[in-house]
């Protein structure tokens, strides 16, 4: 195979990119080394597919370049520019699944890695895939400045902005590491259902962790921004704001003491939906529940929930980091109503598992780059509002924890059973928000702490992570409102 991936390591600020000419082809737009297979040889490839039996197949062809910059102590510690570039076939025959790719986009390549996957998905008869016709996609997400457009030296400066901004928190701060990155993707997908699409999806990510100390005392403060938009996201004070919002809590965490141990109601801030994420939301997916790994296998019309609880996954959000104009095997994304008044109402599905269990794709199918076979996978998951006043569910919580910002921690899908440590925590005494806490970790399981939640608020916030599974990592966002679990395991240093 063609080795066409490039990598430019760059030192210093104010190193800029000449735009890169590339020329054209079925891959739209364009790709770097070659003009990609035609309509024709893209109806050939899929053929080659199912040329050993199978009830589907898919090619996906990509150009992704990618820009990452750390910076620490005020100085550009590395800072990296590449483009990746190739296509995938995948061929899926009953329970089996045939995947091959190539670094190239010249058909031959394409063509061999088509037979290589339908080789390993061998089942019988060749299977006639239906002619390809190019399907509208939906505009959900796009960039109105593009990334590409900036140079280097413009979004260092950008950077240079949020460390000046955390320094100007004040004196206790010390170390301030930034880690940006940004990407732009093109894509193709064809399938033997007869459809293909082209589109192009933007990310940018900045994560701003801080260091603060005081009398021998270290507390860390994290702040993240990250949405599939150009460099519009970080326009006006927004990256003022990254920077002092990491050292403010970097500083507040300061005069924090040991949490406490114990059984105790636990108060989520708005935008705390990672827990949901991790401790709930793979187990709603099904190649989980195919494999019976999951806690919520065979239990759709259940009450799984307090009636309290609402959930979604949904990848047709405008702009946030866990959506995209179409799957990565042809599927438009879906609002997916997962939980109904605490109610199981069906999980999110790719073509794979929808094919196994005779249901549709919900728009699910995701991948990490062409590399990669789809799996089934969370877009952005959340807690929908409920009518309580967020202030109110604090008042009403005699004593407790106020989980504000969560850090690490461990989650096994098959139980449901975590382990969360919490980066910004407070205790909750007489209906108050009192003292920081350090050292507190949520420990129990996503069922439980479902059937738990007895106060759900009107207001709502997102995390913007990425997720990680199949050795795979695409990006997500999570989101829930204030909400309270009714009793839930703190393990403390008190």
Request: aromatic fraction near 6%; proline fraction near 5%; glycine fraction near 12%.
């Amino acid at each position: 195979m063609q080795q066409i991936s490039r990598r430019l390591f760059l030192r210093g600020a104010g190193a800029t990119l000449a735009a890169l000419s590339l020329p054209g082809g079925w891959l739209r737009p364009p790709a770097a080394a070659g003009s990609g297979p035609t309509d024709s040889e893209v109806d050939r490839i899929l053929a080659a597919a199912l040329e050993d039996g199978g009830h589907y197949a898919d090619l996906f062809l990509e150009t992704r370049t990618r820009t990452s910059i750390s910076i620490a102590d005020s100085e550009i510690r590395s800072m990296e520019y590449g483009i990746i570039q190739g296509g995938g076939v995948r061929t899926l025959s009953g329970e089996k699944t045939g995947y091959a790719f190539s670094e190239s986009l010249d058909a031959e390549d394409l063509t061999r890695a088509a037979k290589t996957a339908a080789s390993i998905a061998r089942r019988g008869a060749p299977t006639r895939p239906v002619s390809v016709s190019e399907i509208a996609v939906p505009e959900i997400i796009g960039a109105e400045e593009p990334i590409g457009d900036t140079p280097i030296g413009a979004k260092v400066a950008l950077l240079e902005r949020v460390d000046r901004a955390a320094r100007a928190a004040g004196g206790a701060i010390g170390q301030v590491n930034i880690d940006y990155t940004d990407e732009a993707q093109r894509f193709s997908i064809a399938n033997s259902a007869g459809i293909a699409a082209h589109d192009e999806t933007p990310v940018i990510y900045l994560r701003v962790t801080v260091t603060a100390t005081r009398n021998g005392v270290n507390a860390e403060g994290s702040y993240r921004l990250s949405a599939r938009r150009g460099m519009e996201l970080l326009a006006g004070e927004a990256p003022e704001r990254a920077g002092r919002e990491a050292a403010e809590q970097a500083i507040r965490m300061l005069d924090a003491r040991p949490a406490p141990t114990g059984e105790m109601p636990v108060v989520v801030a708005a935008g705390g939906g990672v827990m949901f994420h991790e401790a709930v939301g793979h187990g709603l997916e099904a190649d989980a529940v195919i494999r019976n790994a999951s806690v919520f296998a065979g239990r759709v019309g259940e009450r799984v929930a307090s009636d309290l609880v609402t959930l979604y996954d949904d990848g047709t959000v405008p702009g946030a980091r866990g959506s995209f104009n179409i799957d990565d095997e042809g599927t438009l994304p879906s609002k997916s109503l997962l939980i109904e008044k605490g109610r199981l109402i069906g999980y999110m599905q790719d073509r794979r598992t929808a094919h196994r269990m005779r249901e549709s794709s919900t728009g699910n199918g995701r991948r990490m780059s062409y590399r990669h076979p789809v799996v089934v996978r969370m877009s952005n998951t959340y807690v929908a509002p409920g009518s309580a006043d967020p202030e109110e569910v604090i008042r009403d919580t005699d004593r407790g924890i106020y989980a504000v910002s969560f850090g690490g921690g461990e989650v096994d899908p098959g139980s449901g059973q975590f382990t969360f440590g919490l980066r910004e925590a407070y205790l909750i005494e007489n209906g108050r928000v009192t003292a920081p806490i350090r050292g507190a970790n949520l420990v129990g399981s996503g069922p439980d702490v479902l059937l738990g939640i007895d106060r759900v608020a009107s207001d709502y916030d997102v995390w913007p992570g990425t997720c990680g599974k199949a050795d795979q990592w695409v990006p997500v966002t999570s989101g829930c409102p204030t909400l309270r679990i009714a009793k839930l395991t703190v393990g403390g240093t008190a």
